[in-house]
């Protein structure tokens, strides 16, 4: 008993400034001991059911030992610093007759299952990934009964010891692709790991980099069509979100909607949103060429028009286009930040007096409010944030050489920008890779069918 109460002491020690800290004594006519746990994340409905509670019914101390052995989740401290960190997590610490026993009793707050709000389908499943990583596990389960789900855990973050799970298909990963993920996963240098996206910016490689090198998704659909190409999914405890690697370019374009629409719509689809981000790259940057470097490109019509319109304006086309960006930028943060009950509204009149009122001044042209709606639609069409905030960054650089060397600088800005797209890899992937994009389904259904047939033979 000594040594138990070595043990609680010195976690006291240690936890001496902490007021939600429960020390207290348990006991029956035979035995005595004591449980340590914190209040605040442990479930005490819970431990009073499974711990206190059989005290009357296992009067003895081998029978009680059994019981509490035969409970999920409990395990046998090493050391009193792993204790320490299985109590911060939610463990309750038993110390009875000699003997101490840690049991998993965490009350998880955040674990309900709610629907999708950042990657909605019309067709798809509607329920997104939980903030409890082993909820998650289990969607993931449900949806992909393979035996060669791999599950392997870890934990992140020198401070936090955040618990992350790292999810594959055995007999379909990329073993090079593997590698490469747990060495990047192990060499993260970071005190907090609170969210996916910060997971992964840490394992991006190259922090100056405006273009992911990892998919974060909310959707538990997402992740189970790319286990089954052979991907590698990052779950992380406290987020609704997961890490998918190694990525594409062509991954980003893709929306769930494209597996539960037939070919001719998907497809359809998905040319949309590339002639979505054509126009929301060079649509502001063709306006600046066509009126301020080459106006002949156009039908002389069109060309006296845009003169027309812009005849009162008193500084370059480039001035004016820079002003109107900015500030559909700034009305498109505030419209994240501003709350959900007044955020839409705000917004939305916002830009049609600015727009209005900017036109009858004077500072903008006509045709120059039409651009800049075209493009803030365009902005959104592509389905992964991540990858949307690297192209609105892009179009920033083209807009400046198309504003220094006119129509020859929007190439030469096209050009820079598909190279330096090229030159990028995921975990060993090329960036431009089509066969891990739009072909997946294709990919999953070959294997599927070699595997069915390796088992015939």
């Known amino acids: 008993m000594q040594q138990t109460n070595s043990t609680i002491d010195w976690i006291c020690s240690k936890l001496s400034e902490a007021s939600d800290i429960v020390i207290s004594s348990i006991r029956n006519e035979q035995m005595e001991g004591r ?12 431990l009073q059911k499974l711990i206190i509670d059989p005290l009357g019914k296992f009067p003895d101390f081998p029978s009680y030992a059994r019981h509490l ?14 204790t320490l960190n299985q109590v911060l997590k939610g463990c309750v610490l038993i110390a009875i007759e000699s003997h101490t026993y840690l049991l998993d009793m965490k009350d998880i707050q955040n674990a309900q299952v709610s629907e999708t709000n950042v990657e909605s389908t019309f067709l798809g499943p509607k329920l997104a990934l939980s903030e409890d990583v082993s909820i998650n596990i289990g969607l993931i389960r449900l949806r992909y009964p393979r035996p060669s789900l791999s599950v392997q855990e870890m934990t992140v973050g020198k401070l ?27 060499s993260v240098d970071l005190n907090l790991v609170q969210s996916a996206s910060q997971l992964m910016l840490a394992i991006n490689g190259s922090k100056r980099s405006a273009f992911p090198k990892g998919m974060v998704t909310e959707r538990p659909d997402r992740i189970v069509y790319n286990l089954a190409v052979g991907k590698i999914a990052v779950l992380l405890q406290g ?56 106006p002949e490109i156009l039908r002389v019509q069109l060309a006296l028009s845009i003169a027309g319109s812009r005849a009162p304006v008193p500084y370059p086309s480039y001035v004016e286009v820079l002003f109107m960006l900015i ?60 990858m949307g905030f690297g192209m609105r960054v892009a179009k920033y650089f083209i807009l400046l050489l198309s504003s220094m060397f006119g129509f020859m600088g929007l190439l030469v800005g096209l050009v820079f920008l598909v190279v330096y797209i090229a030159m990028i890899d995921s975990f060993g992937t090329p960036y431009l890779q ?24």
């Open 239 to 294: 987020t609704p979100f997961a890490v998918i690697v190694p990525t594409v370019l062509f991954d980003f374009m893709s929306s769930m909607d494209d597996v539960y629409e037939n070919y001719a719509i998907s497809r359809f689809l998905v040319l949309l949103r590339y002639i979505g981000l054509l126009f929301s790259l060079t649509l502001a940057s063709f306006y600046v060429v066509v009126t301020s470097f080459n």
């Open 69 to 82: 052995l035969s409970l999920p989740g409990v395990q046998l401290p090493f050391s009193n610093e792993e």
């Open 327 to 386: 500030m559909m930028e700034l009305l498109t943060e505030a419209s994240v930040r501003l709350p959900k009950t007044v955020g839409s509204t705000a917004t939305t009149v916002g830009g049609l007096i600015l727009g209005q009122a900017a036109t009858q001044a004077g500072l903008v042209s006509n045709i120059m409010i039409i651009i800049v709606a075209a493009v803030a639609i365009s902005n959104f069409v592509v389905p992964i944030i991540p």
């Open 35 to 46: 449980i340590l746990y914190i209040r605040t994340v442990c479930d005490e409905t819970k």
């Open 160 to 186: 936090s010891c955040t618990r992350m799970v790292i999810m594959y298909d055995d007999d379909f990963v990329n073993r090079e692709a593997l590698q490469r993920v747990r060495e990047a996963l192990a």
């Open 434 to 457: 089509i066969t891990w994009g739009l072909d997946s389904a294709k990919l999953v259904s070959q294997r599927l069918r070699g595997e069915a047939g390796g088992r015939a033979s």
